[in-house]
Nanobody, 123 residues
């Protein structure tokens, strides 16, 4: 499974961006998908996850009420709508496909990863 992420860029604080990620195989439509991010010099951290059918979502506390994860039904595409962006959201954002169908927060639960897209928020 290959993942292609897009939508990153440079935005001012308070602005919005929408990331998207498409998996190469339709089989990913049966799997949970998620977003992680890695800031310079830091560990990769969980951002948001969604179950295979979109019925369940999970968010890191730092992005709750600002970010929204969604997916196209029966497709292997996941989106991350990011609003009210802050400079501390600056990172490379990675999408991933989970082994199972649930929305999970643990990195080890994901076995396919995209190449990452840079998000930079200026103050």
């Amino acid at each position: 499974v290959q993942l292609q992420a897009s939508g990153g860029g440079l935005v001012q604080a308070g602005g919005s961006l929408r990331l998207s990620c498409t998996a190469s195989k339709r089989t990913a439509s049966n799997n949970g998908m998620g977003w992680f991010r890695q800031a310079a010099g830091k560990e990769r951290e969980f951002v948001a996850a969604i179950s295979w059918n979109g019925g369940s979502t999970s968010y890191a506390d730092s992005v709750k009420a600002r970010f929204t994860i969604s997916r196209a039904y029966a497709e292997s595409t996941v989106y991350l709508q990011m609003d009210s962006l802050k400079p501390e959201d600056t990172a490379v954002y990675y999408c991933a496909v989970a082994r199972g169908g649930r929305a999970v927060e643990i990195r080890s639960a994901y076995n396919y990863w995209g190449q990452g897209t840079q998000v930079t928020v200026s103050s």
